[in-house]
């Protein structure tokens, strides 16, 4: 038998009550390593009931993790391996690219842990890779030439339907910084692999992501920069940066 404390509530009617409260209380235990803040959340009996029935016994509703990264990065270490394994063991939903480096890099290991919960988003009518033979989703654009922007419209997608963004950067790859860039546009975080230093990074806001930025090599920085400062000028609905 489930207990309950049955409380008034107060409005418009003639007379209204709740069996209990839902949440007893919840204590911020700190961030993971996508800066997703966890917390220790302790329900009435009624409560957790409910959560249970609203979730299908599931910890928490599907979370969508872009994984990617830059094409001159074509293998994966010991410490990216167990980054990613930490999504799977989640049981995240995997949204990512087609490109040739580290999307066919994580695709490959996708496939070997033999994980279905993947999605590869391809920008047109055909897909470069889908190494698992997963579920396709195709991106129409209405450029004629294969160019960044072509491949890029993929990237906004992904960006649009992402909870986190796990990214391997070289710290040149202009198209992995946008869609950092994108991310935060939308206030997600994003984990980055930054390669040359083989650091973890966590990426809240834009401070943080120049704090990325000030690792990388000082030419490369530059540049970085004032595509950084063209972007944060773009108006928020502007999904897709054109820097062809």
């Not at 957790?48 to 990264?69: D, I, Q």
């Not at 072509?150 to 997608?157: I, N, T």
């Not at 040359?196 to 930025?213: A, C, H, Q, S, Y």
Request: aromatic share 10%; charged share 25%.
């Amino acid at each position: 038998m489930v207990s309950t404390s049955p409380k008034k509530l107060v409005g418009k009617w003639a007379a209204g009550y709740a069996l209990d409260v839902h949440t007893t209380s919840s204590t911020y235990i700190g961030d993971d390593e996508y800066g997703r803040p966890q917390f220790d959340t302790r329900r009435s009996e009624v409560g957790e009931l409910l959560y249970r029935l609203k979730y299908g016994n599931e910890e928490a509703p599907m979370t969508n993790v872009f994984l990617g990264g830059s094409r001159r990065i074509s293998r994966l270490n010991p410490e990216v391996r167990q980054r990613i394994d930490n999504v799977l063991s989640k049981g995240f939903a995997v949204l990512i690219g087609d490109a040739h480096g580290a999307d066919k890099a994580i695709q490959e290991y996708l496939a070997q842990k033999g994980y279905q919960s993947v999605t590869v988003f391809c920008s047109g009518k055909e897909c470069r890779n889908n190494l698992g033979n997963w579920k396709t989703e195709f991106v129409a654009t209405n450029r004629a030439a294969r160019d960044f922007a072509y491949y890029a419209q993929k990237d906004g997608r992904m960006s649009d339907n992402a909870d986190y963004g796990f990214f391997l950067w070289d710290g040149k790859s202009k198209g992995t910084l946008l869609n950092i860039i994108r991310l935060l546009r939308r206030n997600r975080n994003a984990l980055v692999y930054l390669s040359p230093k083989k650091k973890f990074m966590t990426i809240k806001d834009i401070n943080g992501l120049n704090e990325v930025i000030d690792e990388c090599d000082p030419k490369a920085a530059s540049s970085l920069r004032q595509m950084l400062k063209t972007a944060e000028h773009l108006p928020n609905q502007q999904s897709q940066f054109d820097y062809a």
